[in-house]
């Protein structure tokens, strides 16, 4: 058995992965969805954990095996023009996703302190990009997964609201399904939250950073791989639990404050907090704001890092929050202009709780082509040898595209039908 010290050494990448995966579109679309559909929301997180696993093991395999980034190998696998329609989708998908971001962020220091929200938004996205240029990752993310325990408040819930859990139980598992624009539009926008198209490039580029600054060298032999990829069902397991355990609580909390309440379509970071009220009391503004805050500031970086390691690997350039800027120009300024350029667009007179859902219902839209051609390269010998996906991960892989695909067809056909 284990011992804790030992446990938490060996988790990394996968636990950043998971924490990202929190980020304030996160937060906003879990909460919209317990407000919107109460308890029946909770299956769908639950539903979503071993296919976001499965995903993120996957794509975190093809950067063990190959110790090369996803794009690098979707470029040698994949005709020209298909790659730069994936690496331009991810591209417009994270810059949308950096500006709900950065517009939550604002929103957030706004609800605490008043003043401009755009300001405090263009701060952010200024200070991101310093940080990532000035400061090693790893550093970085140490402060603000402290900020981003925060969140573990919606647990809180369990000891301050009646919560009928024989009705949760039922609803968790045995939900009533709706064939409405807005049910699957909601389901859509969970799946597209929790296994999103920026999280695929970023575990796979992060393994690879992660051998490097423990000087560790390509593994050579099959054990080695073994032992290795074993290493990553553990950490990808453990930080996407990590992630669930945290969405399944927002949606719950929303579901038994706001929703019984009547609330059922939030506007503002304002009605999101108040579902943390019950729980934290006059600490719920701020209690939301830094969870707000500190889930932003570790995604903004994580949503443009995975952007610049896809656009700079596509062209073959140096990648790597290791290398200074010099070293990599292509790579650093992808993550500038994409930060820069969704700071930019929080200048719209757009709801920030409205762009956070929708950014979520484009990653879930995106992620299905991307899905598909990651596990058709995924069963590649001439990419991972040996170590091809197979078994029990490819069903759920597959289980993953399918599911995300048919939501996204039926939300689009439903859409017309209306």
Not at 100 to 126: K, M
Request: positive net charge.
């Amino acid at each position: 058995m284990l011992k804790i010290p030992g446990v938490l050494r060996r988790v990394g990448p996968g636990l950043i992965t998971g924490a990202a995966d929190d980020d304030p579109s996160g937060i906003a679309t879990y909460s919209q969805a317990g407000a919107q559909l109460g308890l029946q929301s909770l299956w769908s997180v639950l539903f979503a954990w071993p296919l976001v696993v499965a995903v993120q093991v996957i794509c975190a395999r093809i950067g063990v095996v190959t110790n090369r980034g996803l794009a690098a190998n979707l470029r040698d696998n994949l005709p020209r023009p298909v790659l730069l329609t994936v690496v331009g989708a991810l591209l417009i998908a994270n810059t949308l996703n950096i500006a709900a971001d950065l517009a939550a962020i604002g929103d957030a220091i706004q609800l605490l302190f008043g003043g401009p929200q755009h300001l405090y938004s263009v701060g952010a996205g200024l200070l991101c990009v310093f940080l990532q240029i000035k400061i090693p990752f790893e550093r970085y993310i140490k402060v603000l997964k402290w900020l981003t325990l925060s969140l573990l408040a919606y647990a809180g819930v369990i000891f301050t609201v009646h919560i009928p859990w024989r009705q949760v139980l039922h609803d968790a598992f045995f939900p009533t399904l709706q064939w409405t624009p807005e049910y699957v539009g909601m389901i859509v926008a969970i799946f597209g939250t929790t296994i999103s198209p920026y999280l695929f490039f970023w575990q796979t580029a992060h393994e690879i950073e992660e051998r490097k600054a423990a000087r560790r060298s390509k593994a050579e032999t099959a054990i080695e791989l073994t032992k290795e990829l074993r290493r990553v069902r553990m950490d990808t397991a453990f930080g996407m639990g990590v992630s669930i355990f945290i969405a399944f609580f927002i949606m719950l909390t929303t579901a038994v404050t706001l929703h019984v309440s009547g609330v059922t379509d939030i506007q503002s970071s304002r009605q999101a907090a108040e579902a943390l009220r019950p729980v934290v009391g006059q600490f719920a503004f701020l209690m939301f704001a830094l969870g707000i805050i500190g889930s932003g500031m570790l995604a903004v970086p994580v949503l443009a890092g995975s952007a610049a390691y896809a656009v700079a690997e596509s062209f073959e350039h140096p990648t790597g929050l290791s290398l200074q800027p010099a070293e990599a120009r292509t790579f650093y300024t992808v993550i500038a202009v994409a930060t820069l350029a969704g700071a930019a667009l929080d200048f719209t007179p757009i709801n920030p709780i409205k762009a956070l859902y929708w950014s979520a219902i484009v990653n879930g839209i995106v992620a299905v082509p991307l899905l598909f051609i990651i596990l058709w390269m995924a069963g590649l010998k001439r990419v991972l040898g040996d170590f091809v996906i197979k078994g029990r991960l490819l069903f759920l892989g597959r289980a993953a595209a399918a599911v995300m695909a048919l939501c996204a067809i039926s939300m689009i056909a439903l859409l017309f039908q209306n």
